[in-house]
């Protein structure tokens, strides 16, 4: 079973639980998209997934399941394919588990100008600071953000960051797969 906070909302502890599951296959992972759908209702709507799932605890009411999705599409750019996205209305949310390397603040004035996105990327590949991080982001339909991030060189379940603005972009990304 998990390992993260009750005292966390029902979001927070949705974005730990992806979190703790994907650091459970390793790194060098694709990119892997969930839905996110209100526990109690699952269990009310569909009582066989939800027993499938080991949701048949009726204590925990309160909270959000997620369900992974099929494999993100390999050939085509992230924000393409979140563009493509549209959810039903049982999904309560979304979230969705990346890895990119990062650099540190300080690198920020070294970026060289003019670079084409696949030369930038090489260029940080490469960079003496790059750091690898796993990123779960989630949102919900009514607004919620959460996110967690995981340094590779930390790869422990204390060392997890968790707020809602780490990533703003990817969390605009996932909110606007809920427009109409």
Known sequence: ????????????????????????????????????????????????????????DESESAGLTPIEQDEIPSGKPLDEFLGTIAWPDAVAGCALSVERLMLPPSAEAQVPKNLSEAK??????????????????????????????????????????????????LAAALAATFED
């Open 120 to 169: 930038l990327a090489t260029w940080v590949a490469e960079h003496p600071e790059r750091q690898e991080v796993r990123m779960t982001v989630a949102v919900l339909r009514g607004g919620g953000r959460e996110s967690a991030l995981r340094l590779r060189e930390k790869d422990t379940p204390t060392e997890v960051l968790t707020g809602p603005d780490l990533v703003p972009g």
């Open 1 to 56: 079973m998990s390992n993260t906070p009750m005292a966390a909302s029902p979001l927070t502890r949705a974005v730990l639980e992806i979190d703790e599951y994907v650091s459970g296959l390793g790194w060098d992972q694709p990119a892997r998209l969930f839905a996110l759908v209100d526990t109690a209702q699952l269990r009310a709507q569909e009582p066989a997934l939800a027993a499938q799932l080991g949701l048949e």
